[in-house]
């Protein structure tokens, strides 16, 4: 039998050979962009035209300038001006351990279809829970993801503090969650998907300076009890996406502790902190969190999509899902700590671990702080030279490497201001030379840095208040 295509897909010396070509490829990439030899950070095309783009070359285009076309036409992240989304420019040593997890695809749901990634995740796991302060009887596991990782934990969190037993027997009665007003969408999502509804969703106003206003803790909590809602858990962001502000995680746990409250911190950007000698601070009280999430791909220069899940309490992490495949997972009278697919989402997931494993043992564990401080320290200088530009305010001043800012002119009033800041945001996206993003706070239009990128300086932040100040007089 002759299965000619078969044998070409699974070549051998096929794969080596374009693998060379490529890994030349992705080189070339990276010392163009990281030392900004192209000045565009994304070379913007309308979503038709892309689409348009991509049908026609799946037909007529050159198979051997696929993966160069798929490197082009895409967001450079590596680029000094990418100061946009919360997304890492990757270590590149995680490339190769992401090759590896693609080519052995060892699925991890059970212990035997994973054994190395399964071993070393509980040794990155063991890391991160140490790191946060928790003692020996804590446990974590990786996911896909800062929301399905909120997701798990709320989860956890039901099973854990109520009386009732709603995975198996469903709730009857309102159950809740307190969060603050600025805190991720997915954990809105995540409350929504639980069937908490918008009344199970109380939303805690926010101080001048955006962090949840802990003072209205209580009042929020028996007004929930007055309408018969029965709150479980309350989530302290470390930072909010929006504007990058810590809340107080010392004085949330203690209001947690004092009613017993699950505690659980959304750190999925700003978690990796803990690894910070001069930033830490910002997390003080995350130890007393019950659940910790924290993002690999944010600020750890890992690969989309890698997320920890940490919680004090192992025994919580073990019994969240208490599903049985008889075909998968069986009944042990010990901890199986092997089998991820009894704690996760996910049936299968990728290999995950060896991209946290890899920086860790090559680069040891003060790479992170290094990452995270620099970064916050270059978040902190964009702060202050905005601060001190006539031209420009600033929404908040920053804590972390969000910094939201807008172009101001007294003469304008607040409808026209927003309309020039996003016409602005617009302008940078489609000349593509910055990568910035927009957001809105109690309706004042902001312009949107996140600094990602440890080769962003302080240059590039002046060249970019330039520019947008040049294109304010053609507008």
């Known amino acids: 039998m002759k299965i000619p295509l078969l044998q070409q897909a699974y070549s051998a010396e096929d794969f080596r050979k374009r693998g060379h070509q490529l890994m030349d490829e992705l080189a070339d990439h990276l010392d163009d962009k990281l030392n900004a030899k192209s000045p565009n950070a994304i070379h913007w095309n309308e979503p038709e035209d892309e689409l348009r783009f991509w049908k026609e070359f799946l037909e007529t285009g050159k198979e051997e300038t696929l993966f160069s076309e798929i490197t082009k036409r895409t967001t450079y992240v590596h680029h000094p001006h990418y100061i946009g989304h ?74 854990a503090v109520l009386d009732h037993d709603v995975w198996h027997e469903g709730h009857s009665k309102p159950l809740g969650i307190m969060v603050s007003s600025e805190a991720h969408y997915c954990v809105d999502r995540a409350a929504r998907i639980m069937g908490l509804g918008d009344q199970g969703i109380v939303k805690i106003p926010v101080t001048d300076a955006y962090a949840m206003d802990v003072s209205k803790l209580e009042i929020c909590l028996e007004e929930s009890a007055a309408k018969g809602i029965e709150i479980f858990a309350v989530i302290g962001s470390a930072p909010s996406t929006a504007t990058g502000v810590y809340d107080d995680l010392q004085r949330i746990g203690e209001f947690a502790k004092a009613h017993n409250l699950w505690f659980h911190v959304d750190g999925a950007h700003g978690g990796a902190a803990i690894f910070s000698g001069k930033y830490s601070h910002t997390v003080a009280g995350i130890d007393q969190a019950d659940s910790v999430v924290i993002d690999g791909h944010k600020m750890m220069m890992m690969p989309t999509i890698t997320t920890a899940l940490l919680m004090k309490d192992g025994t ?160």
């Open 86 to 159: 919360q997304v890492s420019p990757t270590a590149p040593i995680t490339a190769l351990s992401g090759t590896i997890s693609s080519l052995l695809n060892n699925g991890m749901a059970v212990y035997e279809m994973g054994m190395a990634p399964s071993a070393i995740e509980r040794v990155i796991t063991d890391i991160l829970c140490k790191q946060i302060g928790y003692d020996t009887n804590s446990r974590g596991f990786l996911t896909s993801g800062g929301t399905l990782a909120n997701l798990t934990a709320l989860l956890a969190a039901r099973k």
């Open 316 to 475: 919580n992490a073990s019994t969240t899902f208490s599903q049985k495949a008889d075909y998968l997972l069986t009944q042990e009278d010990h901890e199986d700590w092997y089998n991820s697919g009894k704690r996760t989402f996910e049936c299968t997931k990728n290999m995950m671990s060896i991209h946290w494993y890899t920086i860790l043992k090559i680069y040891g564990i003060d790479i992170f702080d290094e990452f995270v401080t620099h970064l916050y320290d270059m978040g902190h200088l964009f702060g202050e030279i905005i601060t001190d530009h006539p031209d420009f305010d600033l929404a908040v001043p920053p804590v972390s490497n969000i910094v939201c800012f807008r172009y101001k002119n007294d003469a304008l009033d607040l409808a026209s201001l927003n309309k020039l800041n996003a016409a602005l945001r617009r302008a940078l996206l489609e000349e593509g030379e910055y990568y910035i993003v927009q957001t809105k706070l109690r309706g004042v239009h902001y312009l949107r840095v996140t600094v990602m990128n440890p080769f962003t300086t302080e240059i590039h932040f002046r060249k970019l208040l330039d520019k947008i100040k040049g294109w304010v007089f053609d507008y």
